[in-house]
């Protein structure tokens, strides 16, 4: 296992903006949201009502929870999207009868029907990052990597305390 603590030779530049991955994340992931939007418009869908759409595309009916656990949503946030793609006739949502806890939500035939303008979205993002695609799957795998990484790393135990100087 490698060392989990990186040696820092030069702390000289370590607050520096452009050098902080945290920055260089957030910045990708808004040029990434403004170019989802006028793509998803043509949808009728925000983001996370796309993601929704793409897992229910993917593997059919499923669970609000199983949504949240795919999505990294928790039901409170999931619940009211839900609310607004079952408004727009998207999707419906019926308790499980085997147990009315659990709620299922499927697709409608306007919900599936959606799924070939969908197509065009990933197409035209893939264009626009002038990448190949073996270069997407390779960002896209060590993006997954550093995820399941931090998630590991952000137990409560795993964060140690940060020293402040006595002023």
């Known amino acids: 296992m490698p060392n989990s603590t990186p040696p820092i ?4 530049g370590l607050l520096q903006l452009d050098k902080q991955l945290c920055f260089a994340l ?9 170019l989802y939007k006028p ?3 043509r949808l009728g869908l925000t983001y996370p009502q796309y993601l929704v759409m793409l897992v229910l595309w993917e593997h059919g009916e499923q669970t609000v929870s199983e949504l949240g656990e795919r999505l990294f949503l928790d039901s409170g946030t999931l619940t009211p999207l839900l609310k607004r793609l079952q408004s727009a006739g ?10 009315e ?22 197409v035209e993002v893939a264009c626009a990052t002038r990448c190949s695609l073996e270069e997407i799957a390779e960002l896209r795998q060590r993006l997954h990597g550093l995820r399941q990484r931090l998630s590991l790393h952000t137990t409560p135990s795993a964060i140690a305390p940060v020293k402040r100087r006595a002023a």
């Open 90 to 99: 998207l999707v419906d949502r019926r308790r499980d009868s085997a147990d």
């Open 9 to 12: 030779a030069d702390t000289q």
């Open 39 to 41: 793509l998803l418009d």
């Open 26 to 34: 957030y910045a990708t992931s808004l040029a990434m949201t403004k």
């Open 101 to 122: 806890r659990r709620v299922i939500v499927h697709l409608t035939p306007a919900g599936e029907a959606l799924r070939e303008a969908a197509v065009q979205v990933p």
